[in-house]
């Protein structure tokens, strides 16, 4: 098939597809245009066109609560996640109908880079202005920055768990097929988990531009904390058998409590695949590392 060909009323025959594709998703005809909006490279063409009759509201709803937003970041769409967000920041504070914010459709490390930084801007404009006004009572710009603040967190929070967790790359495995065979294989294999590429590029950012590991940051993660199936970060890690992960783990948090239990009364110990004994010689590195501390402190 020719995608270029046009067909009726000027569509392309992937125009088409994705047509047929929100008919059976059963959308109606404002959201068959946010569906077309994300296709191929016509996000930058729409972003741009002032009078295109498929100029996209980046805050406009679909019937499934979705916003361009949310297509672009469920598509891996990361040109589109871009231009919507310099043209509307708040659209990725939106929730759909199924009470998730863009970032929480992301599967993959592209997306989740460029939606992370945008929630701290939105935090820092929204301090700035609060400072200028500081003079004022202002309740309305008190709820501005805290409702920012919480946005960045759950933002940051949902990277978080994601950087450490193979849930997301393999999201990709399944949908995207063979047009991103080779790049998956990179990121993930059952033999070594995540790659540079994948996880360790989104926790690298969180650790040094937000700084996650710092008690003191207004970002700050206790490494106990556990996600909605009760896995902290470094289980999710040995999990998933990353030598790196773990490692980086460790090494910004080594004095956590490596006998935390999860959900199912589990700690680190038993989580590791069999296949990964160097996962396993970590954590005891760093369990016979705290045990030297303490007795260096009982002294």
């Not at 040109?79 to 599967?107: F, V």
């Not at 929204?126 to 003079?135: D, F, G, L, R, T």
């Not at 069999?274 to 030297?292: F, H, N, T, W, Y």
Request: charged share 25%; proline share 4%.
């Amino acid at each position: 098939m020719n995608v270029c060909v046009k067909v009726h009323a000027g569509n392309t025959a992937l125009h088409k597809e994705r047509k047929e594709a929100g008919r059976q998703r059963g959308l109606n005809g404002a959201d068959v245009n946010i569906l077309i909006s994300l296709s191929g490279g016509c996000a930058h063409k729409i972003m741009h066109r002032r009078h295109t009759p498929h100029e996209v509201d980046a805050c406009a709803k679909s019937s499934t609560g979705d916003t361009p937003l949310h297509e672009a970041a469920r598509t891996n769409n990361v040109e589109a996640l871009e231009l919507l967000l310099r043209k509307a920041p708040l659209a990725m504070t939106l929730e759909n109908a199924d009470g998730k914010i863009p970032i929480e459709l992301a599967n993959s490390h592209e997306s989740l880079l460029a939606l992370l930084p945008f929630p701290l801007k939105w935090l820092r404009a929204v301090k700035k202005k609060a400072v200028k006004k500081a003079n004022y009572a202002c309740s309305s710009l008190d709820k501005d920055v805290h409702a920012a603040a919480q946005h960045a967190n759950r933002v940051l929070r949902h990277a978080w768990f994601w950087s450490c967790s193979n849930k997301g790359t393999e999201a990709i495995q399944s949908s995207a097929a063979s047009r991103h065979r080779s790049h998956t294989e990179q990121c993930f294999s059952s033999e070594h988990g995540f790659t540079d590429t994948a996880g360790k590029q989104v926790l690298c950012e969180l650790l040094s531009t937000y700084d996650v590991a710092d008690p003191g940051s207004d970002f700050y993660f206790p490494p106990e904390d556990k996600n909605e199936e009760g896995d902290t970060a470094l289980m999710l890690a040995c999990k998933g058998g990353s030598d790196e992960l773990v490692e980086m783990l460790l090494d910004a948090f080594p004095d956590q409590d490596l006998d935390v239990k999860d959900a199912k009364g589990r700690a680190v110990w038993h989580l590791v695949p069999m296949s990964r004994p160097s996962v396993i010689g970590l954590l005891q590195k760093a369990d016979e590392r705290q045990r030297r501390l303490l007795g260096e402190e009982g002294l």
